[in-house]
């Protein structure tokens, strides 16, 4: 319609001006104008009595622009454009060739209906080559040129759009190039170009045309998001999934969310889909294997689900082989400290150093390596430091003296170990706590001292929260674990404590006969370590009171201390930004550095080691961070697929200071069918940066006009008349149409 009305398309005003062409100046068409509007004017209030002054005023408002328009239009108003040269400009034709373009819309793959759009012997294809050297290019990691769009495969692993962009530039910078045109559903998966390449399009003024190609959005699909485990593990640990699951058009129905290790499905769990599009949802499981382990998330696909694609992930968690060492201070001779060690003994994994106290100053050791270890008593903070966990027991606050309290806090707050407090008549509360340092190490407030005793010797349930059941795990079908820890026999003392403090878990509660609840177990993250509580000293009933075959009471003890202890650092530690890079190859490789006592080290030599899958060995020196101490960054490419190993040794001086290791993952093609819809935004925002426009696929038809129209290139001016334009003479009708229905109304003709 705009065509027809004003003879020529939007763009081309856009891109246009607008001038006079009949040589005359403009002011002596607004002189002209002006008299015709006086004349008008004086005939009217003259000539026409009849007339009131408000119908002379519309009147001659009417004719005056009668006039004016006709005045106009002999000064030949024109609009100059600049038109492109045939065959001198290049026109670059970009067309994704990831394997998301193979999936079906409508009943044909995108990948087809590109095909026959851009066909040789379709008409776009023959418009564009008479008026441009068309070059045609296939892009998905990669760019590459082809002769048809016949050669177009939809199989790429993956797809980088804008980084295409700007490797098309480069190659066609010095040749008169006119415009891109990029056919693609924008499922953008691969680094962005620099911001350098699309400033100079812009610049340049080449203008980027989008073709927009599949659905805007599936009605119905599940898609698993994320999956967050950590990278390392103790065997026999309760490991959490925490599973990101996207959903559209299933509300009110179940799925079945799984984990598996290779064909071994480990865990099940039911997702039920409320109308929320993305729920977060936990999937606890116990690795059993040890070494590199690739775990899968999935979710069943239901029917009529669009892509099955997209309904997995998989990670890589170390199940490391090593044993972490946990020292216990117990201040008496007691029942849970006899059960606790006895519940260890088949723990390969964990070493439980003990220093109990029999009588004053007297204390009797176990689990030590030789006769030097705790022959002091409590270690100084150099050898607490050399221990994974801490259990503090039934003792009283003060037998810690000021600056071992300090180490503590330090053990936790900057070395990164676990510290457990338990339960007892000299502990938390009764022991004094509330007043010490080590107060703030726990996850919850203590009763202020002067009340009554908060250690309580009555039979209390334990009860798992929510979360404690995603942590605990006695079998690995969800209700016959809920049931296992129903059926537990009471806990034969309790400690009553305050409200959990502000980023705490509570993962169980002691349930008093009178309906009361109280936390009996939670923990917080406290600096680089783990702050926990465990408000009883009753867990030995669950070994006493149940059959001999029950492993109840030893699986609570292993999936705690592993708990405690699963995080804490090594004084030299390497990590990559991620377990898994999906169709990226730019890996950031992070160190963290700390002496014997966990200071920080700036000034270390850090040299990390790259392993990758196919059997080479590459150095990188890391480069101290300017922000933060003791952290040592690098960036790599990792180019071949694969799982790679990297190892990291940090020297000060002539000294050592630590090794360590870790593992990443990069795959490509993975990326591909996750939020495979076309992404309208990105294709809008590229076109509209560069001056270009987004258009659906089937509205590919208007290339060829507005290309003709393009700032870049060889161009010539062109003067092209707008005195003839069909708006002209639908505003002069409409103009006297009204006159006349006007005057009819007032019966003067």
Known sequence: MFKFLFKYPPVAYSRGRLTLASGWPGWALVVVVLLAAVVVGFYLWKLQPRLSPRQRLLVWSLQSLVLAVLLLLLWRPSLVVSIMVPQRNVLAVLVDDSASMAMADNGSRRVDQVRKVLDDSGPLLQQLRDKFQVRLYRFSSDVTRIASAADLKAAGPSSHLEESLAEIHSE????????????????QNGPGASPEALEELKARQIPIYTLGVGREEFARDLQIDDVAMPSTALPDSSVVATVTVRQR???????????????????????????????????NFIPKTKGLREYTVSIEPLSGEAIPENNSQSRLIEVQERTAKILYVEGEPRWEYKFLRRALEEDSNLRLVSLLRTSANKFYRQGIENEQELAEGLPGRKELFKYDGLIVGSINASFFSPQQQEDIYAFVSRRGGGA??????????????????????LPVQLENPGRSASFQRKPVKFQLTPRGLERLQLTADEESNREGWQKLPPLGTYQILGEPKPGAVVLAEAVAPEGRHYPVLAFQRFGRGRGMVFATDGSWRWRMEMDATNRSHETFWKQILHFLVNDTPAPVSISAGKTLYMDEQRVDLV????????????????????FPPDGTTQELPLQPSTAEDGIFRGTWEAKPAGVYRVEVAARLGDREIGKSASYFQRADGLLEFFSPEQNVPLLTRLAEQTGGRYYPLEKAGVLPEQLTYSPAGVTVPEVRDLWDMPAWFLLLFLLKGTEWVLRKRWRTI
């Open 172 to 187: 066609l910078r010095h040749l008169p190039l006119a415009g891109v045109v990029v056919a693609s559903d924008g499922a």
């Open 420 to 441: 457990l407090f338990l339960g007892g008549r000299e502990a938390l509360g009764d022991g004094g706590y509330q007043s010490s340092s080590l107060a703030d190490l």
């Open 591 to 610: 160190a963290q550095v700390h002496d014997e006592n966990s200071e920080p080290v700036n000034g270390a030599a850090v040299v990390a080691t790259i």
């Open 249 to 283: 058009g299933y509300l009110g129905q179940s799925a079945r969310l799984e984990v598996r290790e290779g064909a071994n499905v480990l865990k099940t769990r039911e997702v039920r889909f409320g109308p929320a599009a993305v729920q977060t949802v936990p999937l």
